[in-house]
């Protein structure tokens, strides 16, 4: 079975600060990652995902993350916050080799940026 | 394009009463699904589809049903609703499985008395 952490349930950071939003995975078997984002009394919104080949993966905003196997993680980072980005922001996992279409979220990450 | 959009966005009901939160997506996805979302458990899947015709359990199905009789609506029923069920529901669809994004809708807040 798979499951997803998010050890920080909220971070604080102040503006222009950068900040990483950890993720770490448990499966069995080779998984897709990805990044959602969001904002208040919104939908969730894919920031971005890895399904193969590089292992850093960059969103058009600024954000990048980065598959590592051996420590089975997929933490979200940025060189420098905005207001703007506050927000939840949620990692999850999805089997890449049985087709299925479950996907394991984890409890959220809410990023609150300072002034 | 529309999306996915969800009615209604916010429901209050009584303990017992039934009710079915409507969900429709316009992009020809094959695949549609239900959440819940409730304080520090972040997403939970009730139920999801792969296709009109075939539903399947996901991982709290237990007070909901669904059903897939078109590829553009995924509505979830609720037959007797319960304080536990209070919570925000979010349906979302995609083009296929794994690697593939969802597109979330907007959300529907429904407290249960």
């Known amino acids: 079975a798979q499951s997803v952490t998010q050890l920080d349930s909220q971070v604080p950071v102040f503006e222009e600060a950068p900040v990483e939003l950890r993720c770490n995975y448990s499966?069995?078997?080779?998984?897709?990652l990805f990044w959602y984002v969001q904002y208040p009394n919104q939908g969730l919104q894919l920031l971005l995902k890895?399904?193969?080949?590089?292992?850093l993966v960059e969103s058009i905003n600024g954000f990048e993350a980065e598959f590592n196997k051996s420590q089975t993680s997929f933490h979200l980072r940025k060189p420098s916050v905005h207001i703007s980005d506050t927000a939840e922001y949620f990692c999850?996992?999805?089997?890449?080799?049985?087709?299925?279409?479950?996907?394991?979220f984890g409890t959220g990450t809410r990023l609150k940026v300072l002034a | 394009n529309a999306g996915v959009t969800q009615t209604p966005k916010f429901q209050v009901l009584k303990t017992g009463q039934s009710m079915t939160l409507q969900c429709a997506q316009d992009?020809?996805?094959?695949?549609m699904s239900w959440y819940r979302q409730d304080p520090g458990m972040g997403l939970r899947l009730i139920h999801y589809?792969?296709?009109?015709?075939?539903?399947d359990q996901g991982e709290v199905p237990n007070g909901y049903n669904v059903s897939r009789s078109t590829t553009e609506d995924f509505p979830l029923r609720l037959l007797s609703a319960a304080p536990s069920q209070t919570s925000v529901y979010f349906c979302?669809?995609?083009f296929g499985t794994g690697g593939l994004r969802q597109y979330f809708g907007p959300g529907t807040r429904l407290t249960v008395l």
């Open positions: 589809s792969v296709g009109a015709g075939i539903t």
């Open positions: 499966s069995s078997v080779s998984v897709y």
């Open positions: 979302a669809s995609s």
């Open positions: 890895y399904l193969s080949g590089s292992t």
């Open positions: 999850a996992v999805s089997e890449a080799t049985s087709g299925t279409y479950k996907y394991i």
């Open positions: 992009m020809n996805h094959e695949y």
